[in-house]
């Protein structure tokens, strides 16, 4: 009886997992021209981002391919998967898809160093990371190498490329359009691993809060998927599809009672790539949020869906912007030292400042400018620092000056009071200060409480009621402004979004900067520079969206016509866009008491 009970459980357990059978298209058909296969190693050099990884590959050229025509193509991870020759064979002579190249890349092994030794095998490190690293390394690296190797000629309009996989596979192909949709907009996952390896279980919220991107999805999973330590695949693809859906996406799905195999992706994969490569032959681009369905917050924002390039010659290291009440936006160039002025008609000026650190913008059209002087004896000196007041006239005020600080960052409210952010000699470091008499009195922090992180940069709330601080990880801490001047209720109160690198680290940025920079708009909504793009907090402290920026922003800030437009420096580059906001210019104009939060 027992082995009976058994043998049905068995059975059962057997009988799980439905066929899939696969259709005529999967299958060789007789007088339909076939591809040729090309077999390939590539070995990663030691300058790569996967050093020393060998992989092979797999080309697939269709019948009659001419090498001298850009061709539209495919990539695949993980090698040949889902009878995918075949199938193009099939659906390029009905003219379902274009004739177009397949690529067919298996994940890197580094060799091991003798044969007692394991090789180091980088499918995970590759595939299931939510970072662009694959991605530079697909499109810099490996798709150039394969076009001078074999003669090809590639595609370059995003439009006529697509990427997939199956499993981390697919996380992968998902990741790569992600992160340079100017390259692949259509996207094909398999059973996908959105799930936290590597930090893919942030996916669904991220597809969420990020700008919608021009892309084209198909998702497959099934009942029977992984459940594991590191999450659940089917719950996780159905979130995905539902984050896609909300955020506007051109998506659409196989759902099943398969388990994590390629079975029921290669059923539908015909299909899959008729659906994501319909109306080919009319060139139509693939566009964000193509039905204008889309609920991302930042429309409630954002004004189109292009930052715009201002042309500012010999701009080298631009940290710092600041805008005036007029809209003229202010720069700090630390190579040479130079402030830059972006004046609101458009005109640029530059002049020459020698050894300033922090500036801030006051009222009718003043500079508050803070120089250092590094003449010093003692090691961990780090100088004097003299405050000073420029008006528009040229004429100017000492304020304050102090000894063995270096003041980083400045802010003046509506009634002139003025708190600095200043690195100080000695054990303690960064401080804030006010100004007393022409000296600089520390207001935090105290004898009894000691600073938690050590802050970068500070901003006003609208109300000038709150200092926000940011420091070089993922919080921003809120600090309350009393009378007299003193801090008190300080909360790390802002949570920033990161990617699973910590990519928010100094040493992860161009040239080292620190993202640091934030603003805030008359919502009370605050703006921050992070390698994710601007994150757009709000009153609450909760992320609610991400604009993406072209190149990672240093700062932010809004200027232009009525402060509605918001710029972003880039080290050497500047860029804007208008919005629908209006931005905030603390000690330029009183404070503004926002609305509350909401849901």
């Not at 506007?248 to 899959?272: R, T």
């Not at 009440?325 to 972006?342: A, K, Q, R, T, Y």
């Not at 003046?412 to 100004?435: C, D, N, Q, W």
């Not at 609208?462 to 001047?485: F, N, T």
Request: aromatic residues 10%; neutral net charge; proline residues 7%.
């Amino acid at each position: 009886m027992k082995r009976a009970v058994f043998f049905l459980i068995a059975a059962s357990a057997l009988a799980a997992e439905p066929e899939f059978p696969l259709t005529a298209d999967s299958k060789p058909q007789e007088g339909v021209p076939k591809g040729t296969m090309l077999k390939g190693t590539h070995t990663a050099s030691e300058g790569s981002v996967f050093p020393g990884t060998v992989r092979d590959y797999q080309i697939y050229l269709p019948a009659g391919f001419d090498k001298a025509k850009p061709a539209p193509f495919m990539v695949f991870q993980d090698g040949v998967i889902y009878q995918a020759p075949v199938v193009f064979d099939n659906l390029i002579a009905k003219k379902d898809i274009p004739p177009l190249v397949g690529l067919f890349i298996k994940p890197g092994v580094v060799p091991a160093a003798n044969d007692n030794a394991l090789p180091r095998f980088n499918r995970s490190y590759e595939y299931d990371s939510i970072t662009p690293t694959y991605s530079q390394f697909l499109i810099d690296e490996f798709l150039p190498a394969i076009e001078a190797k074999h003669g090809l000629k590639l595609s370059t309009d995003p439009n006529h490329a697509a990427i997939a996989g199956n499993s981390s596979g697919g996380i992968c192909a998902f990741m790569a359009a992600w992160h340079r949709s100017d390259r692949f907009r259509r996207v094909f996952t398999g059973v996908g691993t959105y799930v936290g390896i590597h930090g893919a279980d942030q996916l669904p919220v991220l597809v969420r809060k990020f700008e919608p991107k021009p892309l084209r999805i198909f998702l497959q999973s099934g009942t029977g998927d992984n459940n594991l330590y590191c999450g659940d695949w089917w719950m996780a693809n159905q979130m995905m599809e539902r984050s896609l859906t909300w955020a506007g996406y051109d998506v659409n799905h196989a759902w099943g009672e398969g388990g994590h195999n390629q079975k029921h992706a290669s059923q539908v994969f015909p299909d899959a790539m008729r659906w994501l490569w319909r109306g080919w032959q009319t060139d139509i681009e693939i566009q964000a949020n193509p039905k204008g369905e889309s609920k991302w917050k930042g429309y409630e924002v954002c004004v189109g869906d292009n930052w715009v390039k201002i042309e500012v010659e010999g701009l080298r290291s631009l940290e710092t912007i600041k805008s005036s009440v007029f809209g003229d936006v202010i720069g700090l160039d630390h190579n040479p030292n130079e402030i830059v002025v972006l004046a609101n008609s458009g005109a640029v000026t530059r002049s020459r400042r020698e050894s300033v650190t922090a500036f801030a913008c006051g009222k009718e059209g003043a500079i508050y400018y803070s120089t250092q002087n590094l003449s010093v004896s003692k090691e961990d000196d780090v100088g004097s620092f003299k405050l000073t007041l420029e008006q528009p006239n040229g004429t100017s005020k000492l304020l304050c000056s102090g000894t063995q600080m270096m003041v980083s960052d400045i802010l003046v409210k509506s009634t002139g009071e003025i708190i600095l952010l200043a690195y100080r000699s000695g054990p303690e470091t960064h401080a804030l200060f006010t100004v007393e008499e022409q000296k600089p009195k520390q207001i935090w922090p105290t004898s009894k409480i000691k600073m938690s992180e050590e802050p970068y940069r500070i901003t006003f709330s609208p109300d000038q009621s709150l200092i926000y601080a940011r420091d070089s990880g993922s919080r921003i801490r809120s600090y309350s402004l009393m009378k007299p001047p003193r801090i008190s209720y300080v909360q790390d109160f802002f949570i920033l979004d990161t990617d699973s690198t910590n990519a928010d680290r100094a040493e992860d940025w161009p040239n080292g900067y620190s993202p640091e920079g934030a603003c805030v708009d008359t919502n009370g909504w605050l703006y921050v520079a992070t390698s994710l793009g601007i994150q757009v907090c709000d009153q609450a402290g909760r992320v609610n969206f991400i604009i993406p920026t072209p190149q990672p922003a240093h700062d932010v800030c809004f200027g232009g016509k009525d402060l509605s437009e918001l710029f972003i420096a880039c080290g050497d580059t500047i860029y804007k866009r208008p919005t629908k906001a209006r931005g905030i210019v603390s000690g330029q104009q009183a404070p503004i008491k926002p609305a509350p939060p909401k849901l």
